[in-house]
């Protein structure tokens, strides 16, 4: 059925000659190895042909906006890299074209891309005026392996990924190379910079949290005791404690709220109650991680009505959140925080004797029960390890009021930097660094890259910028 859609699109667009296709879904991939475009007889039937010669490599659509040209694309994979033989799957890709010889920023979200993928420049994509490959990490969305065995999802599988897509477009580009990512993206980022060194000339990461002794997590501790003005601290404290001393009623507000959106609870946390203590010990971290210190007038009191109270919550945390729909989507990525990556390992001491269910703060809670795994603490030793000691040409950004900027990474002294962005919350980036830094990261980045500042700008305004991070209510 796939062949017979791919066909019928070659042969209108071989009538057509259009210079665009709009983007096709990832379910209706065409299975072939060849591409839906037509082009004309110049340099951009050279790039599609040299990408269809890839091996592996499909090209499911193709676009033009604002001087570039955007293909949504797949390339089989391994389902283990270390055992070949037990089969492939296909890994989504996306590809915003400027020039062959102009750098390339690797994009990697940690996540899934888009149901239906679209242009966008992440900051360094942007500061390049670069290429820009984004790259969905296996185990989410279609990229998943059929069946799938999750002792698969690993750090070096994924930077395995990476390493052979990297490999096979090189083919194409001549630029200097840039990875980049924010938050597990660029947790992923610099996974991908310890296993393959080589890849790529430079990474700047994110918000990237680095927790290489799982249960030493004094530093989130230390950030809720020190974060934004002491008289909003207190009262995001009284609105969890408020919160968990109306559970009945706050409760019966959830179970309307689910029993209205279809939320069920059954294939994660077990039930209503378990999951508004989750939501609630999350809204401080939410509150701070979303949120800046302008918000902290919203803050309701502790007067506020039980409606007040959970309406708040709700458009902070996101009460749809702890549900078996809402943690679908990133249940590859909890799975990952039991197994490998780590989690905040909160003490939660203002709320003593309003805690019910114990343990409850950490990944095992919020994924399907076959799936719950022990820790193994040796890959964020081992990449924290490196990170120190020799890693080069690595930048890293921090906001100051992240949470998830509390535990950092310590950069080596070979050519590697870190930021942090005055008063920034999760969304930190180098553009929001006062105007020294801003300007020496800036210059950093481009000398990585090969690039000089007189770049060209005006046709790419259309293309829209990239955060880089999903949106935790429509992921």
């Not at 042909?49 to 570039?68: D, F, H, K, M, N």
Request: hydrophobic share 35%; aromatic share 10%.
């Amino acid at each position: 059925m796939r062949s017979r859609l791919l066909a019928a699109l070659a042969a209108s667009m071989a009538v057509t000659s259009a210079l665009t296709l709009q983007a096709l879904p990832a379910e209706a991939r065409p299975a072939t190895r060849t591409g839906t475009h037509a082009g004309t007889p110049t340099a951009q039937d050279d790039l599609l042909e040299r990408l269809r010669a890839i091996p592996g490599l499909t090209v499911v659509s193709e676009s033009q906006q604002a001087g570039y040209r955007f293909f949504v694309l797949s390339f089989t994979q391994p389902v283990d890299h270390k055992n070949p033989g037990k089969g492939t799957f296909e890994q989504r890709l996306t590809l915003l074209h400027r020039s062959s010889d102009a750098p390339v920023v690797l994009f990697t979200g940690g996540y899934g891309l888009p149901v239906n993928p679209a242009p966008s420049r992440t900051e360094p994509t942007q500061l390049l005026d670069g290429n820009q490959v984004s790259v969905e990490h296996r185990f989410f969305r279609t990229s998943r392996p059929d069946p799938a065995d999750w002792d698969d999802l690993t750090i070096w599988q994924e930077a395995t990924d990476e390493h052979r897509i990297v490999q096979a477009l090189k083919t194409i580009y001549s630029g200097r190379w840039i990875q980049t990512g924010a938050s597990k993206g660029g947790m992923t980022s610099v996974y991908h910079r310890r296993f393959y060194p080589g890849d790529v000339d430079g990474v700047v990461a994110y918000v990237a949290p680095n927790d290489p002794v799982n249960p030493q997590d004094h530093a989130y501790d230390r950030f809720f005791a020190r974060v934004g003005p002491e008289d909003c601290r207190t009262a995001l404290e009284d609105v969890q404690r408020e919160a968990l001393k109306r559970r009945d009623r706050m409760v019966a507000l959830l179970e309307q709220d689910a029993a209205r959106n279809g939320y069920t609870f059954t294939r994660t946390l077990g039930s209503a109650d378990r999951s508004f203590e989750m939501t609630v010990l999350d809204t401080a971290w939410a509150f701070w991680q979303y949120m800046s210190v302008a918000d902290c007038p919203d803050v309701p009191p502790a007067t506020a009505t039980d409606a007040e109270l959970y309406a708040w919550i709700d458009a902070v945390t996101f009460f749809g959140f702890y549900t078996d729909q809402g943690l679908d989507y990133y249940t590859p990525y909890y799975y990952q925080a039991a197994t490998q990556l780590g989690w905040p390992d909160l003490r939660f001491e203002h709320l003593r004797g309003l805690i019910r269910h114990r343990g409850l703060y950490q990944p095992n809670s919020v994924i399907p029960a076959e799936l719950r795994s022990r820790h193994d603490p040796r890959p964020m030793l081992d990449v924290d390890r490196w990170v120190r000691t020799r890693a080069e040409r690595m930048m890293f950004v921090y906001g100051e009021n992240d949470p998830w900027s509390a535990e950092r990474f310590t950069p080596s002294r070979r050519d590697s930097y870190l930021y942090v962005a005055p008063g920034a919350n999760h969304g930190a980036n180098i553009a929001r660094l006062p105007e020294a830094d801003r300007a020496a990261a800036t210059a950093t980045l481009r000398r990585w890259a090969g690039v000089s500042p007189a770049l060209r700008t005006a046709d790419a305004a259309a293309v829209p910028a990239d955060d880089m991070l999903p949106d935790r209510r429509t992921p």
